[in-house]
């Protein structure tokens, strides 16, 4: 395992930022670690990255501990934390140059590592320039670059995407993917289309504890004693009169004439809405069946503590 975390704490006075959590992750593996902000992703990242020390319990990165190796797992972890820091007055190719001789890379090494990860993240035509003159896009792409120029075994992202256009984020993404093949990935995010485009597994905390710990999939196939319909109509209507219906669990209204219904499995229900719709004079423009959304198991999950 390249990553293991085992009875995780980090107490802040009487709170429990992180409570007494475990995971494993593993090389060629893309982890999306998820929660609401507070939730304790960023401690988690902080201390398997040894810029916190635990409370207690330990993570161990490629062998090493994180207390008692720190330089041998700094050595081993890429890291982008959430607020990417950087010398804004440095060119960028000079700032790259200055993290490979952090990490000891010296001579026609460090200039290889350095112009093969201007390459990676797609940097050429901004090297020469000063960070402090670059857009949030490509600044998160120097950034990714310095996390990645000592070639570690895993990378830690936090929010990696934060700030970004549609296509910067379709570019990043694009090289999270490529770069996974060979590392062990964990990074947090808030956007579900992007657990759903580059993760193997998730991992959902909320106030310290996991709450869940899953493949995609199968994480998507625990909510399946749900279906969710969508229910439009010409105009607003008193549709509490649905929770009468056996199936029927909760209704949410979305608008002031869509309305979705959270019901059972046991049966479809579709054609027994139509003939209630029919009784009361509504008239439906639209009524549809839902598959169970990661947004909705995500507010299902962190709404439970």
Known sequence: MSIVVSDLVKTYGKQNAVNHISFEANQGEILGFLGPNGAGKSTTMKIATCYL??????????????TEAPIEVRKNVGYLPEHNPLYLDMYVHEYLRFVASLHKLTGQQAKSRTADMIDLVGLEKEQKKKIGSLSKGYRQRVGLAQALIHDPKVLILDEPTTGLDPNQIQEIRQVIKNIATHKTVIFSTHIMQ?????????????SGNIVANNKVSQLKSTDNNEVHIMLELETPAEVTLLESMEEVINIQKKSNNTYLINAKTDRDIRGDIFRKAVEQGWVITG???????????????????
């Open 53 to 66: 020390p635990p409370t207690s319990g330990s993570v161990t990165v490629c062998g090493h501990e994180v």
């Open 194 to 206: 992007e657990v759903q485009a580059l993760c193997d597994r998730v991992i959902i905390i909320n």
């Open 287 to 305: 009524l549809s069946q839902e598959q169970v959304s990661l947004e909705l198991i995500f507010q299902n999950l962190t709404r439970k503590n």
